[in-house]
Nanobody, 125 residues
Framework: QVQLVESGGGLVQAGGSLRLSCAAS????????MGWFRQAPGKEREFVAS????????DYADSVKGRFTISRENAKNTVYLGMSSLKPEDTAVYFC??????????????????WGQGTQVTVSS
């Protein structure tokens, strides 16, 4: 069992930066693929980024490549999402996800077993 708690969301102006954190509990965290999804009002959840258990493989949605960075610290059971050059279209609830079985490039919501409650990111124009 893995529990995920996100933090770091908030209101930021376009062009600004935020860093989201996801604190995980559970024995298998260090072996799990971790990721982030987001969901804007009226839209489906979409993949943002994922990272393999050792950080060796990272994947990003085309919409965030070059602006977002996913990282992890297994010793702290924490995964991060650094976001820069934020745009109003990045406004969404951001969810941390985890799975022991998902490949590092998994991009479907059903690929992930565990989900956090989400943290709101709002980017004003």
């Amino acid at each position: 069992q893995v529990q995920l708690v996100e933090s770091g969301g908030g209101l930021v102006q376009a062009g600004g930066s935020l860093r989201l954190s996801c604190a995980a509990s559970g024995r298998t965290f260090s072996m799990n693929t971790m990721g982030w999804f987001r969901q804007a009002p009226g839209k489906e959840r979409e993949f943002v980024a994922s990272i393999s258990w050792n950080g060796g493989n990272r994947d990003y949605a085309d919409s965030v490549k070059g602006r977002f960075t996913i990282s992890r610290e297994n010793a702290k059971n924490t995964v991060y999402l650094g976001m820069s050059s934020l745009k109003p279209e990045d406004t969404a609830v951001y969810f941390c996800v985890s799975s022991y079985y998902a490949s590092s490039g998994a991009q479907r919501p059903n690929d992930y077993t565990y989900w956090g409650q989400g943290t709101q990111v709002t980017v004003s124009s």
